[in-house]
């Protein structure tokens, strides 16, 4: 698998020994900190095409000051530490805090942003949008005591201590061929109508990944699988998934949708497939297929290409 992955390859040096041992009001103040902002969801980039926004140590540690945000260490390079601050206790209009840039939704422009920044706040808002939605500890429903940068909490009671991190739910995703070669595709009520995409999943506890592969397809399509082969991984925080992609081989057998989850779900070939559009301009029968930045895309050009 030669093709990019959005979201994932992040050069950064994630710096785990400053993580543990550095103390973020420090790490905010070095010479060089620079800091990338989370404001209510959205994260601020500015230019065209649109990159990171990064504010320098002073203009971060004023925020940081007036916000009383979440502080995150997300790694270090030449010139100093990387961090990423959340500021959305700042009071502003429908356009966000005026900062000299956008605020954007990540999902809305990932792909057009240079690689590394999109996997940089990837990595950013995985962490911030866990610690937007921790606030006491799951096991007691105590205060919770921010350590390791940011990068995880312990409870403050005594009597529970308990350790809590950053979830990752892991989903995978398959693109099921039969022994003809056609591919299966189906699609969700939910979806835009006539997108058609790889069937997908999440892993349940007691699962082998291959295992969850066999029965989301079970039960998604009512088809068997013979045999899974892993092609890649997609960070995917909205809020916080790991997208496991493979590629399945099925017995055979006709798809029956799963009438809860699929609304359709069919076998095509490769010469169908191809005549399928974008989102902008729908292909034969109305029908395109997922955005270029999802690993379902990238599963089907792919197999597109044998
Ligand atoms: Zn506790």
Redesign the pocket.
């Known amino acids: 698998m030669t093709t990019a992955i959005l979201y994932s390859g992040l050069g950064l040096d994630r710096a785990h020994c400053l993580r543990r041992d550095g103390d973020i009001a420090e790490l905010m103040r070095r010479p060089g900190a620079r800091f990338t902002l989370y404001w209510r969801g959205r994260q601020l980039v500015a230019g065209t095409p649109p990159a990171i926004r990064w504010l320098d140590r002073a203009y971060g540690l004023r925020l940081a000051e007036a916000t009383a945000g979440n502080c995150l260490l997300l790694g270090e390079d030449g010139a100093g530490p990387l961090l990423a601050l959340d500021v959305s206790g700042l009071e502003a209009g429908e356009n966000g805090p005026e900062m000299g840039g956008n605020w954007v939704w990540l999902r809305s422009v990932g792909g057009l942003l240079p690689a590394q920044d999109s996997a940089l706040l990837a990595y950013a808002r995985g962490v911030l949008v866990w610690r937007e939605k921790t606030r ?7 205060a ?1 005591l921010v350590q390791d940068s940011g990068h995880s909490t312990r ?3 005594p ?4 350790l809590h991190f950053p979830r990752t739910d892991p989903a995978i995703i398959m693109l099921v061929t039969d022994p003809a070669g056609r591919a299966l595709l189906g699609r969700q009520p939910v979806w835009t109508p006539g997108m058609y995409s790889c069937l997908a999943g999440f892993v349940e506890p007691g699962e082998a990944l291959e295992d969850a592969v066999a029965r989301e397809v079970w039960e998604e399509a009512g088809i068997k699988i013979r045999s899974t082969t892993y092609v890649a991984s997609q960070p995917w925080p909205f809020p916080s998934s790991l997208m496991i992609g493979f590629n399945a081989m099925a017995e055979g057998g006709e798809p029956v949708a799963d009438p809860h989850e699929i609304e359709d779900v069919r076998w095509f070939t490769r010469d169908e497939v191809s005549t399928f559009g974008e989102a902008d301009r729908p292909g034969a029968e109305g029908r395109f297929l997922p955005r270029r930045d999802s690993i379902a895309r990238v599963l089907v050009e792919a197999w597109l290409k044998g």
């Open positions: 006491f500890c799951a096991s007691c429903g105590g919770l409870c403050a009671s009597s529970c201590g308990a």
